[in-house]
């Protein structure tokens, strides 16, 4: 309602010519005047319109002005409706009492003083338009506090979702990180701890390889010796599995193409697998190049299928996918990357086994059954060649191994032909040259083993069990032929140790044997290596390579050497 509104009054008596009269004296205020000559009519009108104020007569000849106000005041709607009584009898305070208890708000005698009634129906019409005007501002108000109030709800809801997704994803990218260091950590442990059964075995494999040459042709001793050999070799296996788990296992990268690998390995999988087993492959024949070393995949591509097979004894499906479009997860740095799918039809994992599937050593299989070294190391090996591995498994419906390797560029390795080592007849090794080899290594076991088996080939070992220790006596003037050199030692490392030589003795020949491919430092790049646990047949093949044409210093010096350090 706006302030000039006119509002409605309601006029009641049976007589005409009074209402007429409230009419002319009414008329100057500008509100709507409504006329109701008897009660029921009041009534209606009442019913009808939104009424200010009656202007009420006392005396009527159906219903009293009395009976009709309290039957209006019984309705809640009109229980403050102001009343104007007017009555032409004689007027006592016993009536206004009256009045007043059935709810009349005024009480006006006859004749009417026209002044007098106007002022009073303009203060009770005004009093109606204010108060309308105010319940309109309060149901505005209300309105505009419901709509802020929803909308606040509506932003406050839509902050609650962001900010649990914003949970959710940071929850999820710490429990990312706190994976990759897990794995980080397991890592390490586990590359420190091959590394350090390297040297145990490169003690127990070369002393039972010189062993064998000195024991009689007793066939009972050649079984003890090839049992103990077989068990060293399978604990080289073993450390192989694990510096691979820990990216450290040496690898010889090219540009493979996976359809042609695949192909060529699946004779070797279909008899792994049994006849139980269907293979299927989808999408390799689109793919480009990837850089890895294809032996190294080959042997994970294997150990998938192997696993894939255990977890369908009544067989099943496996399928090797490829693809170039998906999206490659977000820890990998931009570039191109191939993704190889392995997925069985299989058993499945539940979500606390699939959390633990890629840690070393972890299985599900009975003893004897497995190592727990098959997705570990296609783990190491995935994030070595610069790529990932991710899991995927629903128990009952099977599981799923992805592959991202980096697609080959035109200048990616090439094949790399590894040499062939085959032992030598005794007879031929006299024929070999003789050197002067300082053998630098900190493990007195290993040292040991080594001195030994330079010296069965004819060689004269010189050892330091240091790097500062190899120094000294190069600047001590002793004349050697070569340096075979341990790469990771306390103090100065080997990397460290084949500079300092390259800064003072250039054209001495080093030879690196390491535990693990993780060399600390810058490696040169023309420095050439053993990965222990290494044989006597390999130690002689990469000396004979870095000395190939040189003439030996005993043969210019008849004089032999043998320290100790």
């Given at each position: 309602?706006?302030p000039?509104?006119?509002?409605?009054?309601?006029?009641?008596?049976?007589?005409?010519a009074?209402?007429?009269s409230?009419?002319?004296i009414?008329?100057?205020?500008?509100?709507?005047?409504?006329?109701?000559?008897?009660?029921?009519?009041?009534l209606?009108?009442?019913?009808?319109?939104?009424?200010?104020v009656?202007?009420?007569?006392v005396?009527?000849?159906?219903?009293?002005?009395?009976?009709?106000?309290?039957?209006?005041?019984?309705?809640?709607?009109?229980?403050?409706?102001p009343?104007?009584f007017?009555?032409?009898?004689?007027?006592?305070?016993?009536d206004?009492?009256r009045?007043?208890?059935?709810?009349?708000?005024?009480?006006?005698?006859v004749?009417?003083?026209?002044?007098?009634?106007?002022?009073k129906?303009?203060?009770?019409?005004?009093?109606?338009?204010?108060?309308?005007?105010?319940?309109?501002?309060?149901?505005e108000?209300?309105?505009?506090?419901?709509?802020?109030?929803?909308?606040?709800?509506?932003?406050?809801?839509?902050?609650e979702?962001?900010?649990?997704?914003?949970?959710?994803?940071?929850?999820?990218a710490l429990?990312?990180?706190h994976?990759?260091?897990?794995?980080?950590?397991l890592g390490?442990?586990t590359?420190?701890v091959?590394?350090?059964?390297?040297?145990?075995?490169?003690a127990?494999l070369?002393?039972?390889?010189?062993?064998?040459?000195?024991i009689?042709?007793?066939?009972?001793?050649?079984r003890?010796?090839?049992g103990?050999?077989?068990?060293?070799?399978?604990?080289?296996?073993?450390?192989?599995?694990?510096?691979?788990?820990?990216?450290?296992?040496?690898?010889?990268p090219?540009?493979?193409n996976?359809?042609h690998?695949?192909?060529?390995?699946?004779?070797?999988?279909?008899?792994?697998?049994?006849a139980?087993?269907?293979?299927?492959?989808?999408?390799?024949?689109?793919?480009?190049a990837?850089?890895?070393?294809?032996?190294?995949?080959?042997?994970?591509?294997l150990?998938?299928?192997?696993n894939a097979?255990?977890?369908?004894?009544?067989?099943?499906?496996?399928t090797?996918?490829?693809?170039?479009?998906?999206?490659?997860?977000?820890?990998?740095?931009?570039?191109?990357?191939v993704?190889?799918?392995?997925?069985?039809?299989?058993?499945?994992?539940d979500?606390?086994?699939?959390?633990?599937?890629?840690?070393?050593?972890?299985?599900?299989?009975?003893?004897?059954?497995?190592?727990?070294?098959?997705?570990?190391?296609?783990?190491?090996?995935?994030?070595?060649?610069g790529?990932a591995?991710?899991?995927?498994?629903?128990?009952?419906?099977g599981?799923?191994?992805?592959?991202?390797?980096?697609?080959?560029?035109?200048a990616?390795?090439?094949?790399?032909e590894?040499?062939?080592?085959?032992?030598?007849?005794?007879?031929?090794?006299?024929?070999?040259?003789?050197?002067?080899?300082?053998?630098?290594?900190?493990?007195?076991?290993?040292?040991?083993?080594?001195?030994?088996?330079?010296e069965?080939?004819g060689?004269?070992?010189?050892?330091?069990?240091?790097?500062?220790r190899a120094l000294?006596?190069?600047?001590?003037?002793?004349?050697?032929?070569i340096?075979?050199?341990?790469?990771a030692m306390?103090?100065?490392s080997?990397?460290?140790l084949?500079?300092q030589?390259?800064?003072?003795?250039?054209e001495?020949?080093?030879?690196?044997?390491?535990?693990?491919v993780?060399?600390?430092?810058?490696?040169?790049?023309?420095?050439?290596?053993?990965?222990?646990?290494?044989?006597?047949?390999?130690?002689?093949?990469?000396?004979q390579?870095?000395?190939?044409?040189?003439?030996s210093?005993?043969?210019?010096?008849?004089?032999?050497?043998r320290?100790e350090?």
């Amino acid at each position: 309602m706006t302030p000039d509104e006119p509002v409605n009054i309601l006029l009641v008596d049976d007589q005409p010519a009074k209402l007429l009269s409230y009419e002319a004296i009414l008329d100057d205020l500008g509100e709507r005047l409504i006329r109701a000559g008897s009660a029921r009519e009041a009534l209606e009108h009442l019913l009808r319109s939104d009424v200010a104020v009656i202007v009420l007569d006392v005396v009527m000849p159906d219903i009293g002005g009395f009976e009709l106000a309290t039957t209006i005041r019984a309705h809640p709607r009109f229980e403050r409706t102001p009343i104007i009584f007017v009555s032409a009898l004689h007027v006592t305070d016993l009536d206004r009492l009256r009045g007043y208890e059935v709810g009349a708000a005024d009480y006006l005698p006859v004749p009417v003083v026209p002044e007098l009634l106007r002022a009073k129906v303009r203060v009770f019409a005004e009093l109606h338009r204010k108060t309308r005007q105010l319940e309109r501002a309060n149901a505005e108000l209300e309105r505009r506090v419901a709509e802020r109030t929803a909308d606040l709800a509506a932003a406050n809801a839509d902050l609650e979702r962001r900010v649990e997704e914003r949970t959710r994803e940071r929850e999820a990218a710490l429990a990312q990180v706190h994976e990759m260091q897990k794995m980080e950590s397991l890592g390490q442990l586990t590359g420190g701890v091959a590394h350090d059964f390297n040297n145990l075995l490169m003690a127990v494999l070369g002393n039972l390889a010189l062993l064998r040459k000195r024991i009689p042709a007793d066939p009972h001793l050649q079984r003890l010796l090839d049992g103990a050999t077989a068990g060293a070799e399978r604990g080289a296996t073993l450390t192989k599995r694990l510096l691979a788990f820990a990216r450290r296992q040496e690898l010889r990268p090219e540009r493979v193409n996976l359809a042609h690998l695949v192909e060529g390995m699946m004779e070797l999988m279909a008899s792994s697998l049994g006849a139980t087993i269907e293979i299927v492959t989808v999408g390799l024949q689109e793919l480009p190049a990837v850089r890895a070393d294809p032996h190294q995949l080959e042997l994970a591509l294997l150990n998938l299928a192997v696993n894939a097979r255990d977890a369908m004894p009544l067989g099943g499906r496996l399928t090797i996918t490829g693809s170039q479009d998906a999206a490659p997860p977000p820890d990998l740095p931009t570039g191109h990357y191939v993704c190889l799918g392995v997925s069985d039809t299989g058993t499945g994992m539940d979500e606390a086994t699939l959390q633990r599937a890629s840690e070393p050593f972890f299985t599900t299989k009975e003893p004897g059954r497995g190592t727990g070294l098959g997705l570990s190391m296609v783990h190491g090996l995935a994030a070595q060649s610069g790529g990932a591995m991710r899991l995927s498994s629903r128990p009952g419906i099977g599981a799923t191994v992805e592959l991202w390797l980096p697609v080959a560029d035109e200048a990616a390795i090439a094949p790399q032909e590894v040499p062939v080592v085959k032992e030598k007849p005794a007879a031929s090794r006299l024929a070999l040259p003789r050197w002067r080899v300082l053998l630098v290594e900190d493990d007195p076991l290993v040292c040991a083993s080594t001195a030994e088996m330079l010296e069965d080939l004819g060689h004269v070992a010189v050892e330091a069990l240091s790097a500062a220790r190899a120094l000294e006596l190069l600047r001590a003037d002793i004349v050697v032929d070569i340096v075979v050199t341990d790469q990771a030692m306390p103090g100065m490392s080997g990397v460290d140790l084949a500079r300092q030589i390259r800064r003072e003795w250039p054209e001495l020949p080093v030879l690196m044997a390491s535990g693990h491919v993780d060399l600390p430092g810058e490696e040169p790049v023309d420095l050439p290596r053993l990965v222990k646990p290494y044989s006597q047949a390999e130690l002689e093949v990469q000396i004979q390579r870095l000395l190939d044409g040189r003439s030996s210093q005993l043969d210019r010096s008849h004089s032999s050497i043998r320290s100790e350090s």
